[in-house]
């Protein structure tokens, strides 16, 4: 009946005592029942994503009092991006059992590079009393990113009828490799100008590693001079 109750045992014994003989009384006391329950774990950390890659998570409210309670709210605040979104969301209210967990699943899919976080919120009605949980969550996002080196190649004045190259360094500053699916010349480009060392494609760039091309200006006698750029790369 959600009652707690007290009481006291009298074990008599034929221990002599003054008076008779040893009476022992020990108190007795059931606790009324109690729905309490923590999440976790807190915070849920994704740890290191890659961008456009989705990470699963889950979140359990672990019963700590010996009732049941009624969920009745599980939402995301603070998630402005919409990064971290709920897995399967169970159909509320529903009930947490004081004998086992109940599962909160979540995701999260970052979409721009760093840091994201965002808060779970767990509401559940214990008896009379509303309580509420809220879980921490966060994540990174991973990501390649491609450092060119120098921009812009700048050949300066040159004489016609020669060959002059630059080296073109790649780099991959980010956290993940990074695919060069393509490398050429623009459409655009003056026809003086060419790529050497170019292997095949694609060309995987771990973190940190750089590869390098030569880029290769032949200017001509009919070339319109200029201080305009007369190429680019894509």
């Known amino acids: 009946d959600g009652q707690g109750y007290a009481g006291v045992l009298a074990v008599e014994t034929n221990v002599p005592a003054t008076g008779g003989t040893l009476v ?3 108190d007795i006391e059931t606790p009324a029942p109690s729905a309490e329950f923590i999440a976790l774990p807190n915070p849920l950390d994704f740890g290191q994503v890659p961008i456009g890659t989705t990470a699963e998570g889950l979140v359990q409210l672990m019963p700590l009092g010996s009732d049941s ?3 009745v709210g599980i939402s995301l605040q603070s998630n402005d991006d919409g990064e971290f979104s709920l897995v399967d969301a169970t159909e509320l209210p529903a009930t947490a059992a004081p004998t086992e967990a109940f599962d909160i699943r979540v995701a999260y899919t970052p979409a721009n590079g760093g840091a994201d976080s965002a808060n779970l919120v767990v509401e559940y009605q214990a008896g009379v009393d509303s309580m509420t ?5 966060i994540g990174s ?3 390649p990113d491609l450092n060119l080196f120098p921009v812009p190649v700048d050949f300066g004045w040159k004489a016609t009828g020669g060959s002059y ?3 073109l360094t790649m780099s991959n500053t980010g956290t993940v490799d990074l695919v060069i699916s393509k490398l050429e010349l623009t459409g655009w480009s003056s026809p003086t100008l060419s790529l050497a ?3 095949a ?4 760039l771990a973190p940190a590693e750089v590869a390098t091309v ?3 200006f032949a200017p001509t006698l009919d070339m319109t001079q200029t201080t305009g750029p007369i190429g680019g790369i894509y």
Do not use: R, Y
């Open 24 to 26: 022992l009384e020990i």
């Open 133 to 137: 949980e809220i879980v921490s969550l």
């Open 165 to 167: 190259e630059i080296p």
């Open 141 to 143: 996002a991973t990501s």
């Open 197 to 199: 060392g170019v292997g």
């Open 214 to 216: 030569q880029a290769v």
């Open 201 to 204: 494609m694609p060309l995987t």
């Open 69 to 71: 309670a009624e969920v």
